[in-house]
């Protein structure tokens, strides 16, 4: 069982519509990531929260605003989406930005833009 | 620049050793990090090296070269559930930033 829990696991929006992807870690850990996986591709980082704080983001539109309310939550909302945004959004946490130590991730949401 | 690269699909016979490589070209290098990836769900963290050498855990052992830019994964005793995709990846920069292989599909047969 994993440690990173996110909610939902599948969630259908329009492009109209606005909801939230949720994540959440109790492993005390500092670094928190959201990544974006298509089909049959690796996973490519969307954003890296250290210390609550956004520390990296990699380009993403704007449609996709992160938030980091406290040290174990981290949300992504989602705002207008197009239908290429339908992937599997993850999350990971590691116990700081140092990159010696594992990123671990949760089951993911499987995201579909109608 | 920096990439990363890995074979795209391997074979094995159940019981046997695999052995999954990875060389990558960065600047700047924290750790390298393997990754277990089953169809349809997220990456299980499976093993590291941060300094050169073996790290043993278990089925898995992965090893590092930091001077030839060169990891492996080696899995032991293949079960059928071994039949995954394995992502390599290594940290960069300041903040922890993966930067994955395309991945290695491992089709392991009775």
């Known amino acids: 069982d994993t440690e990173v829990t996110q909610t939902p696991k599948h969630l259908v929006m329009g492009m109209t519509n606005k909801k939230s992807l949720k994540c959440e870690q109790h492993?005390?850990?500092?670094?928190m990531y959201w990544y974006k996986q298509k089909a049959k591709k690796p996973p490519e980082l969307m954003f890296v929260?250290?210390?609550?704080?956004?520390?990296i983001n990699e380009s993403v539109p704007s449609r996709f605003s992160p938030e980091c309310p406290n040290s174990s939550l981290l949300n992504l909302h989602l705002h207008a989406l197009q239908p290429e945004d339908s992937a599997l959004y993850l999350c990971?946490?590691?116990?700081?930005?140092?990159?010696?130590?594992?990123?671990?991730f949760g089951d993911g949401t499987r995201l579909s833009i109608l | 620049g920096q990439n990363i690269d890995q074979p795209t699909e391997m074979t094995a016979t159940e019981g046997a050793i695999v052995q999954i490589n990875c060389t990558y070209q960065?600047?700047?290098?924290?750790?390298l990090f393997w990754y277990q990836q089953h169809a349809g769900e997220a990456p299980t963290f499976l093993s590291y090296?941060?300094?050169?050498g073996l790290e043993e855990k278990g089925r898995f052992s992965s090893f590092l070269s930091r001077s030839k830019g060169y990891s492996y994964l080696l899995l032991k005793e293949l079960q059928m559930k071994d039949s995954a995709s394995y992502l390599c990846?290594?940290?960069?920069?300041?903040?922890?930033?993966?930067?994955f292989g395309a991945g290695t599909r491992l089709a392991v047969h009775p």
């Open positions: 990971a946490s590691s116990q700081d930005r140092q990159g010696r130590q594992p990123q671990h």
């Open positions: 492993m005390g850990h500092r670094a």
């Open positions: 929260y250290s210390y609550e704080k956004l520390s």
């Open positions: 960065t600047s700047g290098f924290n750790g």
């Open positions: 090296n941060v300094l050169d």
């Open positions: 990846a290594f940290s960069s920069g300041g903040y922890n930033k993966l930067i």
